[in-house]
């Protein structure tokens, strides 16, 4: 039983992205390193960044952190045949997904909403052929990741081995040239556009993440081909000068920046606000059906003007205001 | 089995137990928060608390409800970065960690990847990993909490997931994963199992208040090994029932569901 997994060398599904650390030179070689303004629209930032077929990566927890603002935009722009990293992904694969906006995924880890249960849209299409999937772990997307911050081809790791995660992933096995020993091998993951909320932002796109948990966002804002920031707030460029140990993510990684308040709803936004458990659950309620699933779609992203017409549908200031109290334990309840 | 407690408070209560004060344990989502939250609040003031997200030894207001939320890193030693704790791991610094999984099989293998149908088309599609690959490759000691039935214990998973012994002693090492590495216990509503030595196999280790032997292999899909001293689990005190349900879980997030 399981002997076959036990001695195998190679995963056996598609690698998406192409992992040749010269390639990915070429393209960063050319990449504007001037300090130049580069705060534009949710609208602009999506229509002129993204393009039907990319391999997309979002910064975050899955419902942590997470640019809510912009996955909104995809989905409405009606973007294509997009890749994506499922990396520690909830609310984001689920948007993609449901929407129709993917067809291909590297999974560590899609449908859950942890403690809330699974997602009924997103298991119908991951569920589906449609979606082209290769399996990893959290660590290891994370460390595909590195390697790409790196500049490197590859990172050597010791988990994933004899299990159907190595198999159905698109990793190697290698020796080590030093001590003879056998580790996994992980292609660097060099995604066309990553996209990523912060805290702050300078117009020039130097990132601060104030409160929280920082994921893997440091290498995928550097791993990224592009990137896209949505921030809480922008910031005088002196604020970034006057505290440079905080800068998670430098201006030259960013291509473009906006300026999104709330804009992780109904995530949880470290420092500013709690997750809408309320909206989760009227979410989580309507996707059991594909008509349902269609509505909600239809009333909170299509036929909603932007983000801030969103705001004032899921409950306004007060709503925000309530979800700030439990955030900073001033008051808490299930909201 | 005492009619004063829920099967949910019972794994967390149970859970928490096996955590030692002092120890680094990686937290996986749901019933394990929980568990480790009611340890920290009781026997295990001093324990080391890791989210993959990358918080360590949060001292949290509340229950998580994400792993990567931010009462994980409520005043926290750190909020790092997933790829720093999972290095963490893999350099031998964290000692537990705890899990759940839709199958497990005697050698403690978990799938919480697919049931049934092919890899690109399966029956029923769950989410993944997550970090368990990395936990239970590269963890000490890898524990599971989970309720126990024959749908959940199998003879063979449908996907490997996450490591267990694989198929037998030394199949962890052969495969390329660090070793001393593997499967510690799995604590069930119905008993707390740990692994054969010799064969790397599930044998029962103590049974919970009111549960036979045969009960437990009964709700199980392999064939169980007993361990020569078997003993009797002490049922959830009441200090921790009122901890668990007044400061751990209020919400009922965990063991009210």
Not at chain 1, 153 to 160: G, Y
Not at chain 1, 291 to 301: L, M, P, R, S, T
Not at chain 1, 303 to 332: H, P, S, T
Not at chain 2, 7 to 35: H, K, Q, W, Y
Request: glycine share 10%; hydrophobic share 40%; net charge negative.
């Amino acid at each position: 039983m399981y002997d076959d997994l036990i001695g195998l060398d190679a995963g056996t599904e598609e690698l998406f992205t192409d992992p040749d650390p010269d390639k990915a030179r070429e393209f960063f070689h050319h990449k504007n390193r001037g300090l130049v303004n580069k705060v534009t629209t949710i609208e602009q930032a999506v229509s002129v960044h993204i393009k039907d077929g990319d391999y997309i990566a979002v910064g975050g927890f899955g419902h942590v952190r997470i640019p809510t603002a912009l996955l909104y935009e995809i989905v409405r722009q009606k973007k294509r045949n997009l890749g994506m990293a499922g990396h520690t992904s909830i609310y984001d694969s689920d948007l993609l997904a449901t929407a129709g906006c993917i067809d291909r995924c590297d999974i560590s880890y899609v449908i859950g909403y942890e403690i809330r249960g699974l997602s009924a849209s997103a298991r119908r299409a991951f569920q589906s052929k449609e979606i082209r999937k290769t399996d990893w772990s959290n660590g290891a997307l994370a460390w595909r990741f590195a390697a790409a911050a790196a500049g490197l081809s590859f990172v050597p790791s010791r988990h994933m081995l004899g299990t159907d995660t190595f198999k159905r992933s698109a990793a190697k096995t290698v020796t080590c040239p030093f001590t003879g020993k056998k580790f996994a091998a992980l292609p660097a993951l060099y995604p066309d556009v990553a996209i990523i909320h912060v805290h702050n932002a300078d117009t020039f796109g130097n990132c601060q993440i104030t409160e929280g948990i920082l994921v893997s966002d440091a290498y995928l804002a550097r791993a990224g081909k592009k990137v896209i920031v949505s921030c809480e707030r922008l910031v005088p460029h002196e604020e970034i000068r006057a505290n440079p140990q905080a800068t998670t993510i430098p201006y030259w990684c960013v291509d473009a920046v906006v300026e999104v308040p709330y804009g992780s709803h109904p995530g949880n936004m470290p420092g500013e606000y709690w997750f809408d458990e309320d909206y989760f659950k009227m979410y989580l309620d309507a996707v059991k059906t594909e008509e349902g699933a269609q509505k909600v779609f239809n009333d909170y992203i299509y036929n909603v003007k932007g983000f801030g017409e969103y705001l004032e549908k899921i409950g306004g200031v007060k709503k925000m205001r309530d979800l700030r109290a439990i955030e900073k334990l001033i008051y808490m309840n299930k909201c | 089995m005492c009619a004063d407690y829920n099967p949910l408070e019972l794994l967390v209560c149970i859970g928490s137990r096996i955590i030692e004060d002092n120890s680094t344990v990686f937290v996986g989502t749901g019933v394990p928060m929980a568990a480790t939250m009611l340890a920290q609040k009781s026997h295990c003031p001093n324990v080391i608390a890791i989210f993959e997200a990358g918080a360590v030894a949060p001292q949290m207001p509340g229950m998580p409800i994400s792993v990567g939320d931010s009462r994980t890193s409520y005043k926290a030693l750190i909020a790092s970065s997933m790829n720093d704790v999972m290095e963490a791991c893999q350099r031998g610094m964290v000692d537990y960690t705890f899990l759940g999984g839709a199958q497990i099989d005697m050698y403690g293998n978990l799938n919480s990847t697919m049931l049934g149908g092919e890899y690109q088309e399966p029956k029923v599609r769950l989410p993944g990993s997550g970090g368990a690959n990395d936990l239970a490759s590269l963890c000490w000691k890898t524990n599971v909490i989970t309720p126990m039935d024959k749908r959940r214990f199998v003879e063979k998973v449908d996907f490997i997931t996450t490591p267990g012994y694989l198929n037998g002693k030394g199949a962890r090492e052969a495969a390329g994963l660090p070793p001393g590495t593997g499967p510690y216990k799995v604590i069930t509503n119905l008993c707390i199992l740990g692994y054969d030595d010799e064969t790397c196999r599930m044998r029962v280790e103590s049974l919970h208040p009111g549960v036979t032997f045969e009960q437990v292999q009964e709700n199980c899909g392999f064939e169980l090994l007993k361990a020569d001293n078997l003993e009797i689990t002490p049922p959830p005190t009441g200090e921790e029932l009122r901890i668990l349900r007044e400061e751990v879980d209020p919400e009922g997030y965990i063991i009210g569901r």
